[in-house]
Each structure stands twice: as structure tokens, then as C-alpha cells.
């Protein structure tokens, strides 16, 4: 289940990994973003940054759109999903479902 | 000479400094960068500019304060665009990890300073040692 969309380029960090995972029980991560999804190098530094017992994903627009819209997670657990910020005059569902 | 470039949250970079160079004075080629209000480009692109090469610079050790966080993140990032200079990046910065820094610096070439301040970041955490309360 999705619990928070967040789209902060500072993807996982410690707002969300203390506060926000501590507010609504977070149990995994889900970056959207599709350059980092295409680089193992940098997708290993985002995923370090995931808390001990959670889990992380970086995924590409395209599945993040199959996740929201199918609902069916990777893993069974819940997942929260971020993006970098947008681009001047897009909108956050442009960059949800079209464009990072 | 080998630079530090310290990378932290909030005021921890400037607090560090002065607080080490209350203990032992004035640390030369000493950078302090905050993420405080600024975007990762931003952050990043501080770091790329404060480890670039200078005359006589022989390595860059980027301290940064939390592994995992976005400070960590700028500084591997900074280190895969290169700077000209040889740069190592350490987690878990704090005053015993600078202070080792200032007294060690000359002394050692840039991959054994970079691996001692690791060490002695770590030997900095000590106990827990308990009251004689006690504890469980």
C-alpha cells in the first residue's frame, strides 16, 4: 500500500527515514526515477541510504505507473514512493506518471 | 598537503571546526560546507569547488556526518565526477576524527590518512559505562 509520495531530490534521507517512516510505519522505499534506475552505481548509493529493516527499490517511471495503477507492490509490503523535484512548470502528477 | 572538506547538517561542519581549533588552533585547508537549505546539486557542486586542485594539494578527504544521508550521498557523487585530485570520502565525522586529522595530516600519504581517520572516528565511541545505579 502507498502511504506517502514524496518528491524531494533529496530522495531517501533522513526527514523521511526518522520522521515520516516513524509517523506512518514505513516498511520500504520506492525511488521513482529513471536515470538512477539505469545506473547500478548510483542505484547502490540511494539504496544505502534505506534504514536497516526496510526495504528499497529504485524503480522507473513506467513501473512506478504499474504500481500505482495495478497496486500490486514488488515485495508485499507497503511502499513509499519519491522523485526528484520537478522541472520548472511541471506539475508533481506530470512527474508522477509521465516524467521524472 | 591534504585537504578535509567536512560535509554535515545544519551548523555541525562550522561547529566542528571551532570547537577542534579551540583545542589546538587554527587548522589550515579546512572546508565547511552545510546541506542547510540548499539542493543536492548544490551541495554537490560546493564540494566539487572545494576539493578541486590547488598548488600543493595531494588529496581531498571529504568528512561527511550520517552514512546514508544526502550530505554521503553529494560526497560519493562528487568523488565519481573527479576533481583532479585524489579524494576519499569518510562517514561518522566527529571532533576526535578532526582533531586526528590536524595532528596527522603531514605525516601520513593520503590512503593511510584516510583509513586512520576512519579508525579513529570509530575509536572515538566508547561504553556504555554505567552508573553504579547500574543498568541492564
Known amino acids: ?100 | 598537503m591534504i585537504r578535509a572538506v567536512l560535509v554535515c547538517h545544519g551548523e555541525l561542519s562550522a561547529a566542528l571546526l571551532t570547537s577542534a581549533e579551540e583545542i589546538v588552533g587554527h587548522i589550515p585547508d579546512v572546508f565547511c560546507i552545510s546541506n542547510r537549505g540548499k539542493s543536492p546539486e548544490i551541495v554537490r557542486q560546493e564540494i566539487i569547488r572545494a576539493a578541486s586542485e590547488s598548488a600543493g594539494l595531494s588529496g581531498v578527504l571529504v568528512m561527511a556526518d550520517l552514512f546514508g544521508s544526502s550530505c554521503w550521498r553529494c560526497a560519493m557523487e562528487a568523488t565519481r565526477v573527479g576533481t583532479g585530485v585524489p579524494m576519499a570520502v569518510v562517514t561518522g565525522v566527529n571532533l576526535g576524527m578532526l582533531l586526528s586529522f590536524s595532528q596527522k595530516r603531514d605525516n601520513m600519504d593520503f590512503p593511510t590518512l584516510a583509513s586512520t581517520m576512519a579508525e579513529d572516528g570509530r575509536r572515538g565511541i566508547n561504553g556504555p559505562v554505567f552508573s553504579s545505579e547500574g543498568g541492564t
Do not use: C, Y
Open chain 1, 1 to 100: 500500500m502507498i502511504l506517502l509520495v514524496r518528491v524531494d531530490e533529496r530522495l531517501i534521507h533522513g526527514q523521511v527515514t526518522v520522521a515520516w517512516r516513524g509517523a506512518l510505519d514505513l516498511d520500504a522505499f520506492a525511488v521513482v526515477d529513471d536515470e538512477l534506475a539505469g545506473s547500478d552505481w548510483e542505484k547502490d548509493l540511494v539504496l544505502a541510504s534505506a534504514p536497516e529493516g526496510t526495504a528499497a527499490e529504485v524503480v522507473t517511471v513506467t513501473d512506478a505507473v504499474r504500481l500505482g495503477t495495478i497496486g500490486k507492490p514488488i515485495p508485499a509490503v507497503e511502499w513509499s514512493l519519491f522523485s526528484r523535484l520537478p522541472a520548472p512548470g511541471q506539475s508533481v502528477l506530470r512527474v508522477w506518471t509521465l516524467n521524472r
